[in-house]
């Protein structure tokens, strides 16, 4: 398994465009990628323009098969609703660490 945290910056007059394409992106990725086994998208509640994505992806072949799919090109469309770059951090599953736990319905 792999799993990223993905930190965020969002313009504050742009948050309602970035909200819209990253649910696109994170309800098509679990509904759409198998290989996607979570996308959470979380909101800091000490500062309203910082967002944590929460990934988990079953290897790196299903990382990539992420950003070849048209709903990741929907967020990767709103950019510019960043302020800065996002910070990513690549994680283990340490646990739960296998497939069963994060299999699908």
């Known amino acids: 398994m792999l799993a990223m945290w993905v930190k965020v910056r969002v313009k504050p007059q742009l948050r309602q465009r ?3 394409a990253i649910e696109v992106d ?3 990725s679990e509904r759409d990628e198998p290989g996607c086994l979570r996308f959470n998208v979380l909101q800091d509640e000490r500062d309203e323009n910082v967002y ?3 990934e988990v992806y079953e290897d790196q072949a ?3 098969a992420h950003r070849t799919m048209p709903h990741y090109a929907v967020w990767r469309a709103a950019a ?3 302020d800065g770059p ?3 951090t ?3 599953t340490v646990f739960p660490a296998g497939r069963a736990y994060w299999a699908k319905p």
């Open 62 to 64: 299903a990382l990539e």
């Open 18 to 20: 970035f909200l819209e």
């Open 90 to 92: 690549r994680c283990k």
């Open 26 to 28: 994170a309800l098509g």
């Open 86 to 88: 996002a910070e990513a």
């Open 80 to 82: 510019d609703t960043l």
């Open 52 to 54: 944590y994505f929460y």
